[in-house]
């Protein structure tokens, strides 16, 4: 058992490496009971995740993707109000961190989610902690390197790509960074995945002769949440439960 005051001011010291701009308020989204026993994960706050944290008897549900973003109207209505009248009700803690873990070197969606696909750390593309380099212990054939992100994350990617190259030198991130092609490729790797695809990666991918995965949002960032809640759940004596969604996109 911890106090939440504790446990927030523990996850601000840990994840907020490096700072930056986000488009979400990270930490504490809603405030609820004031010890901490039971901590379910999930990569958003949905109302089927909110449903599962009652029923388990969570006091915390920590989550990737939160309540609130800077782009939300002020208005609680509709689903937000569904959501947050839920959460209050049962007196839950919501906290959410989004950028911070996409890209903590340790618990990050990046940097669990190359562990889980045996790629070698590079590091991170200069100027983007977001975006990691890295390198397949051997190279593969396009074909063979999307089997291997379908058997890891267990969702066929969408592959765009016609060069002979194999692949060797990868980049990566999770969620909807499908913009960060172009400089994935003018750093000189042979591939690059993300969560989701946009048109022009089409073109990128064919005219500088690199291959582009959308392996799926989702998929992508299921990772790192539950790193976090295995850690808490050692260093704090909490019971710590991951909660999955099968969203497709």
């Known amino acids: 058992m911890i106090q939440v005051s504790e446990l927030d001011s523990y996850l601000q010291q840990t994840l907020n490496f490096p700072p930056k701009q986000d488009y979400c308020p990270n930490g504490m989204q809603v405030g609820g009971t004031l010890e901490i026993k039971k901590v379910l994960t999930a990569v958003t706050a949905s109302e089927a995740a909110i449903d599962a944290a ?28 569904m959501r947050l009248k839920k959460i209050l009700a049962a007196d839950l803690n919501i ?34 902690t977001t975006v990691m380099l890295g390198e397949l212990e051997s190279p593969m054939e396009a074909a063979e390197f999307a089997l291997h992100l ?31 092609l172009e400089q994935i490729a003018l750093a000189g790797c042979d591939a690059y995945f993300t969560g989701e695809v946009s048109e022009e990666c089409y073109h990128v991918a064919l005219e500088y002769g690199v291959h582009f995965f959308a392996a799926g949002h989702h998929a992508t960032e299921q990772y790192g949440v539950q790193a976090l809640g295995t850690h808490l759940a050692e260093k704090f004596s909490l019971e710590h439960k991951y909660f999955d969604l099968a969203n497709p996109v």
């Open 150 to 180: 379908e058997k890891t994350l267990l969702r066929k990617p969408l592959h765009i790509g016609n060069s002979p190259r194999k692949i060797k030198r990868v980049g990566w991130s999770s969620g909807g960074a499908q913009k960060r």
């Open 95 to 128: 906290m959410a961190w989004h950028l911070p873990l996409d890209s903590h070197p340790v618990y990050g969606n990046n940097a669990q989610l190359g562990a889980k696909l045996g790629i070698r750390s590079l590091g991170t593309l200069l100027g983007d």
């Open 54 to 81: 009652i029923e388990w008897n969570a006091d915390l549900l920590l989550v990737h993707h939160g309540l609130f973003w800077k782009s939300d109207e002020f208005r609680i209505v509709g689903m937000k109000k």
